[in-house]
């Protein structure tokens, strides 16, 4: 008689067996299940542990008036914080970093230093996991580390877009001709970052960073949507000195979106020789661009354009005749005598002009 594997020919019994090996294969899998449970609340509760320590420590150095007086807690901080602890001590003092201003921050960032947290960061910008990688440009950023710019600059390139953009913007608040150069040189080539990213660089580029852009605006595609942003931000700086290089732009022919953005920044800037080439674009057969051109004009504040805005107050266009109003009002007396003129007509330029005239009142 066959008495089947392990001696068990009963289907009865096969059940027992198969139940019985479940049910370790349940105590094994809940065991691991506990285990893993236990080991990150442990992980947990030292974190909170250490962290407690750290706070006391580091407001303890920083509350001291003088550099010898600090010693005592820059030394405890240097035995509390073990290696294996350093990227979170680096991810708790992050905090810190980004608040403090002046004498105090500068101290934290040597005592950092002296932590050796800087070697670290620059260590881990190379690291595989591109979330390493994108802690380590934060650290790097908040350090404020002129040594840490070529390392830097590298991680511009990088293929991930996070470890890129911040890397970038820790070059510009670094500053710097290297730094800002490679950022400059990074905006005209990546076309993954988007316009907030692009935005907040730019705005904490400064001076340096700026003049790099303005001579990189030839070297954009007047396509790219990158391209509008810069202008815009041009004009939203007020950087005087782009408005040749916006002018000589929009003299050369560019698509619709892009003549717009120029016409807004030249009538930010307030740049005068202008005037001739955006009286030009109040004719323009694009009402978006005949709407912007107007409201340059009066921005600029040329009274020589009056008669030009006066033959916009007639355009088929609500919003060109709505904008030459505003520019109007805005050259003062020779402008305001237009409106009141008009106003007293019947057709559609009176309307605006009694528009803006009554919020003049207001």
């Known amino acids: 008689m066959d008495s089947g594997w392990f001696g068990i020919s009963d289907p009865t019994g096969w059940a027992l067996l198969a139940v019985g090996n479940l049910s370790a294969l349940a105590a094994v899998l809940t065991l691991c299940a506990f285990l893993t449970w236990h080991r990150g609340t ?6 909170m542990v250490n962290r407690h320590r750290w706070q006391r420590l580091v407001l303890e150095y920083l509350s001291a008036p003088t550099e010898d007086l600090r010693m005592p807690a820059a030394n405890q901080l240097r035995e509390a914080v073990r290696a294996s602890e ?19 921050a500068d ?41 840490s710019v070529p390392d830097l600059v590298r991680a511009v390139q990088d293929r991930s ?24 040189e990074a905006l005209t080539r990546r076309s993954d970052w988007n316009p907030s990213q692009i935005k907040e660089i730019l705005l904490g580029g400064g ?41 000589v732009l929009l003299r050369r022919g560019c698509p619709e979106e892009l003549r717009v953005s120029i016409l807004r920044a030249l009538g930010r800037l307030g740049y005068a020789p202008a005037g001739e080439v955006v009286r030009a674009a109040a004719v323009d057969p694009s009402w978006v661009v005949r709407s912007q051109a107007v ?16 033959a916009a107050l007639a355009d088929d266009q609500y ?17 305001r005598l237009v409106l009141a003129r008009v106003s007293g007509e019947a ?13 003049d009142a207001a």
């Open 42 to 47: 442990e992980q947990h509760r030292r974190r």
């Open 86 to 104: 350093r990227h979170d001590f680096a991810g708790f003092v992050l905090g810190y970093l980004r608040n403090l201003r002046g004498t105090e």
């Open 107 to 147: 101290s934290l960032r040597e005592l950092l230093r002296s932590l050796g947290l800087l070697d670290l960061a620059r260590r881990e910008l190379k690291a595989r996991n591109p979330w390493r990688r994108a802690s380590a440009a934060q650290l790097l950023d908040a350090m404020r580390a002129p040594e």
């Open 161 to 184: 877009v996070l470890v890129s953009f911040l890397s970038a913007s820790a070059l510009v608040r670094i500053g710097g001709e290297e730094a800002c150069a490679a950022v400059a």
């Open 207 to 247: 001076p340096h960073l700026t003049d790099r852009l303005v001579s990189l605006l030839d070297r954009c595609d007047p396509n790219e949507e990158k391209t509008k942003l810069l202008v815009e931000l041009l004009g939203i700086l007020r950087y005087g000195p782009a408005a040749e290089t916006l002018l």
């Open 295 to 310: 409201l340059a004009l009066g921005r600029i504040g040329d009274a020589s354009c009056v008669p030009v805005l006066e």
């Open 319 to 335: 919003w060109v005749r709505f904008n030459a109003a505003l520019a109007l009002r805005s050259l003062g007396e020779a402008g």
């Open 347 to 359: 057709h559609a330029a009176a309307i605006v002009a009694r528009e803006v005239l009554l919020e």
